[in-house]
């Protein structure tokens, strides 16, 4: 039924054609006068558009922003995790960063498992060294910054370092994270003396937070370069803090630091209608799986059946069935695992895949496909996923970043080194290594990047104009608000805040998760008609985008968060 054997045909509009989008002379004339800023924190908003008013670049002012949400969304990204950049310039080329942190060398299969063999409890994973990888954000950063920067390195800084400095506000957000996650933020003495009172409290809902440490770190880094993170004095001092706390023989050292590398890795682009989409691959599982959910779809008129009517709902859950179970079989971190990743976008084999999906029933069970190209492996257990920030810079010059930064859980892995927290992206990882003797693709190995489901994304017209960027927060539901969101702005038409409001129907396995309090919990009836097990649950989502409107950008932050967007 499905072809094996890729024709070089079917492989060029996806793994070629984005970095090859014909240039349009009139591109630059959609472009916004000074730029545009989505992200999920006003001040990070003006961080960004305070450097794009100076004559900074679309990746000038995601560095800046990604630097204030370090410090004012210390719970969800921050230089102390990793994060994704999808750029595309002002011709319509794309390029992707990718500042995944790294297991330390000495990290093994067993990395996660307790004595008895099996898996840590997941908060023991988390809340230690174990779950730290080497952050990636700041070598990315400097990478983008040494290809398509216009300021000066220590302009970026700035608007963090005063936010930091002279403080911020706390959010209601960010208290309820200080709540609900204290076990993590309050973990490392620095957590508590940066967000608790003496009564041992979270700060109150408007009352200033300063943090004086984030603010030197900042400006030594400003002054002395992003290299200072990864070697000399303060990354020693780092390397030696996450051993300490890390139950293993070989933790991590300055060497896993040092050697840490942020890398090009090849676009996934793929047609969907007359769109084009372009993302991040391996090591994220999110453009493969985003892609896949679309083209499954293709068949379908989704315009025609329209966000109000369960069936597209019915077929949207089914398509993620489908996508999730060739991402737990096949994605990976590249470096170490062959991810056919050609195979899984095919369109042909794709859109067999999607002929499994009826409109008035529900498949019984759905296993991975026979990709093209693809070896026999299995997958694990992935966590629930929390802490993460999407956000979108656009230039006058028509150049567009796309970027997903994280520390994985609230609080990441709770410990505090020079004002901000690190990371525990390693619970990304399989926590077992093998199932059933077969070895998981995601397992711990040292020097791998653990899989991510983050997907930066940018959609471009059939006449190669930039229409789109978006992308999300909310661990493995990712791809699907992404998804969710694509069809909503593209197929139906949606501004970006009608889409991103739409709700959220989360479908990996064979249960349908729709989100409480929208008109969602009415279609409990309908869907589970169709043969569905449907459970109802609180919303954890956040997403940022924009949209070429008319020839005018518009943005739009979740409102499920305390995001927001400028454009001047
Ligand atoms: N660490 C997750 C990933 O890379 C994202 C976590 C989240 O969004 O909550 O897929």
Redesign the pocket.
């Known amino acids: 039924m499905l072809r094996r054997i890729i024709t070089p045909l079917a492989l060029l509009p996806l793994v070629a054609a984005c970095a090859t989008v014909p240039a349009s002379p009139e591109r630059a004339r959609h472009a916004p006068d000074t730029g545009l800023v989505s992200a999920a924190d006003p001040r990070a908003v003006e961080a960004g558009m305070s450097i794009l008013r100076k004559g900074g670049s679309a990746t000038d002012a995601a560095i800046a922003t990604m630097l204030a949400l370090t410090v004012v969304e210390p719970q969800s990204s921050g230089i102390g995790g990793g994060g994704f950049y999808v750029r595309s310039d002002a011709a319509g080329r794309v390029e992707t960063l990718d500042g995944?942190e790294k297991a330390p060398a000495g990290a093994t299969g067993d990395w996660f498992l307790g004595p008895d063999g099996k898996p840590l409890p997941f908060q023991q994973m988390q809340e230690s060294g174990l779950s730290v990888g080497v952050p990636g954000n700041l070598r990315l950063a400097a990478k983008a910054h040494a290809e398509h920067g216009k300021l000066p390195w220590a302009a970026l800084f700035e608007p963090a370092i005063s936010l930091a400095a002279d403080g911020f506000a706390m959010t209601p957000r960010l208290r309820q994270a200080l709540v609900n996650e204290k076990s993590t933020a309050a973990r490392d003495p620095d957590g508590r003396a940066l967000f608790y009172g003496a009564d041992g409290e979270p700060l109150a809902v408007g009352a200033i937070a300063r943090n004086p440490q984030l603010a030197a770190t900042y400006r030594r880094l400003a002054n002395d370069g992003a290299e200072t993170f990864y070697s000399g004095p303060a990354a020693a001092a780092m390397a030696a803090e996450i051993a300490a706390d890390t139950p293993r023989p070989r933790p991590m050292t300055a060497g896993d630091v040092a050697a840490y590398e942020a890398k090009h890795r090849p676009p996934v682009c793929g047609a969907y209608r007359t769109w084009k989409i372009c993302g991040m691959g391996p090591p994220?599982s999110g453009a493969t799986t985003v892609y896949a959910i679309l083209k499954q779809l293709e068949r379908f008129d989704l315009k025609a059946l329209g966000p109000n009517n369960p069936v597209f709902w019915h077929v949207f859950a089914e398509s993620q069935r489908l996508a999730y179970a060739d991402r737990e079989l096949f994605s990976a971190d590249a470096d170490f695992i062959k991810v056919p990743v050609a195979g899984m976008t095919d369109p042909d084999y794709l859109a067999a895949r999607g002929a499994l999906i009826a409109q008035d029933r529900t498949m019984p069970a759905v296993t991975a496909g026979p990709v093209p190209g693809a070896l026999a492996l299995a997958d694990g257990v992935e966590a629930e996923?929390?802490?993460?920030s999407h956000f979108v810079t656009l230039d006058k010059w028509g150049e567009a970043v796309s970027y997903t930064s994280?520390i994985?859980?609230g609080f990441g892995s709770g410990i505090v080194f020079g004002g901000f927290y690190l990371n525990n992206?390693l619970t990304?990882f399989s926590a077992v290594p093998a199932i059933g003797g077969v070895p998981v693709a995601n397992r711990v190995e040292g020097g791998k990047r653990?899989?991510?489901?983050?997907a930066p994304t940018l959609v471009f017209d059939a006449d190669g104009n930039l229409l789109v960027a978006v992308g999300?927060?909310?661990?493995?539901t990712?791809p699907v608000q992404t998804a969710k969101n694509l069809i909503a702005m593209l197929d139906f038409d949606m501004l970006p805040g009608e889409a991103l409001a739409l709700p959220v129907l989360f479908s990996p396995g064979d249960t349908v998760f729709l989100e409480k309090g929208t008109f969602h919990e009415s279609m409990v009836g309908p869907l589970t008609a169709l043969g569905h097990r449907v459970v109802v649950r609180a919303p954890g989502f956040k997403a940022n985008a924009a949209k070429r409107v008319g020839g005018r950008w518009v943005g739009a932050a979740d409102p499920r968060s305390e995001g927001t967007w400028k454009a001047e």
């Open positions: 995944r994220s996923e929390r802490g993460t994280t994985e859980s992206e990304d653990p899989r991510s489901s983050m999300a927060a909310g661990g493995a990712i």
